[in-house]
């Protein structure tokens, strides 16, 4: 926190299982860190069964978000469905099809499409699928253009 200049960090993600006891340890941690208020939610990145995550209910403090792969060729419904149950967020990466695909799904005539006729870029209405599909996206892009 002091070489990143703040006073707590906002969410802090235990990515990818191990498949070992160390995730759990690791997830320890986080929960004594965000007991301490030097994390204000803890989560999980890369976990896509509900078995994967419901393992982490036997822990003092569940998930707060599960940060996985999702676009609209890969919408996770059934996990989805389980994290609004139990009140987890589910923050996507790649909304846009990760690497290599982007071009895909920024080209593909139905979301092309749908951006006519609302006046919108294709990426736009990339992002609006993930609102109102009730995920939180986080599109990426090395150009500061489409950063802006």
Request: with cysteine; hydrophobic share 35%; net charge positive.
């Amino acid at each position: 926190m002091k070489k990143l200049g703040v006073d707590y960090i906002d969410l802090c993600l235990l990515h990818q299982s191990g498949g070992n006891a160390s995730d759990d340890k690791v997830y320890k941690e986080m929960i004594e860190s965000q007991k301490k208020g030097k994390i204000r939610s803890i989560g999980i990145s890369n976990f896509y069964t509900e078995k994967a995550v419901r393992h982490f209910f036997d822990f003092e403090i569940k998930p707060a978000v599960v940060q996985n792969e999702n676009h609209i060729f890969n919408q996770e419904e059934e996990l989805k469905s389980f994290c609004q149950k139990n009140n987890i967020y589910i923050e996507s990466y790649y909304p846009f099809g990760g690497r290599g695909n982007t071009k895909e799904h920024l080209e593909n005539p139905v979301i092309q499409k749908i951006a006519k006729a609302h006046g919108k870029t294709s990426a736009q209405v990339l992002v609006r699928w993930h609102l109102q599909s009730g995920f939180i996206a986080i599109p990426g892009s090395s150009n500061p253009k489409h950063i802006l």
